[in-house]
């Protein structure tokens, strides 16, 4: 696989499955995220500490690290944030705001720095969430964020016919934000947990790389659905 592939969060779970993956199959690997992968970049992987919720800083520090890349294969926008599960009438204003700048407006301004300094981008994924469609309570700002990621998506898919786009949704990783929801108390209002909390440690919540190697297999597949649409990998 001589492919060059661009990977957002790859300091922990899905992220850094992908980038494992992609390194083992012999893909050039530019990784990013704020904390630095040791074990990746000694497996060679390009790397840069990059804080997405920092448009100003992120933006010059992306132009600098993919100078010397003329073709992207493939760009996965996978960083995200969740927040807190909580009611939306708690969830402090600047908390959503920050969820919002990580995980739609930061793809925004890398997909504008890429599409300006990269000639040929083949094929974009966003990593969606089902939770961009159910509206479950307690879900809040990431629910929103990732319900607005799939339309950034279908938005530039209108603007760039000559790469293909795609929000797909990954099914349960046992990931950090995993740990996170699968440790709170039991709580009537947020339906969601219980389900997550059976899944922890059964094949229904794989971990990353498990997961990763699912997605590859299925990125080329991707290819034959109409640029732009959300889909769901336990569906395709
Ligand atoms: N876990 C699930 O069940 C599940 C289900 C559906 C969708 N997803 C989606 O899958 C993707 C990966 O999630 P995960 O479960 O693997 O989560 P994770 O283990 O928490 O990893 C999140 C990654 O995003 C990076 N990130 C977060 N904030 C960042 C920032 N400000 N700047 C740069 N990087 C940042 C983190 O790196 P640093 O902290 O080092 O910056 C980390 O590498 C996310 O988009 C998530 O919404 C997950």
Request: aromatic share 6%; hydrophobic share 40%.
């Amino acid at each position: 696989m001589a492919e060059t592939v661009l990977i957002t969060g790859v300091s922990s779970g899905l992220g850094h499955g992908l980038a494992e993956v992609f390194l083992e199959r012999g893909a050039t690997v530019y990784g990013c995220s704020r904390r630095k992968p040791q074990g990746l970049v000694d497996k060679g992987m390009r790397f840069a500490s990059i804080d997405l919720g920092n448009a100003a800083g992120g933006g010059s520090a992306l132009k600098e690290w993919i100078a010397p890349v003329s073709r992207f294969d493939l760009v996965i926008l996978n960083a995200g944030k969740l927040g807190q599960i909580r009611d939306m009438q708690d969830a402090p204003l600047e908390d959503l705001r920050g969820t919002m700048e990580v995980n739609v407006w930061s793809n925004k301004w890398m997909l504008d720095v890429l599409f300006e300094r990269v000639s040929m981008v083949k094929q974009v994924v966003a990593i969606s969430s089902g939770a961009s469609l159910s509206g479950s309570r307690g879900w809040n700002g990431y629910s929103i964020s990732k319900a607005a990621l799939n339309m950034l998506i279908k938005l530039y898919a209108g603007e760039r016919p000559d790469t293909h786009f795609t929000s797909l949704a990954p099914g349960l990783i046992d990931s950090a934000m995993q740990d996170y929801l699968t440790n709170l108390p039991a709580d009537d209002r947020f339906e969601p947990l219980e389900i997550l909390k059976a899944a922890k440690g059964t094949e229904q919540m794989p971990d990353g790389k498990v997961c990763a190697k699912k997605l590859i297999d299925a990125f080329p597949s991707l290819l034959d659905l109409q640029s732009g649409g959300y889909a769901d990998i336990r569906k395709l």
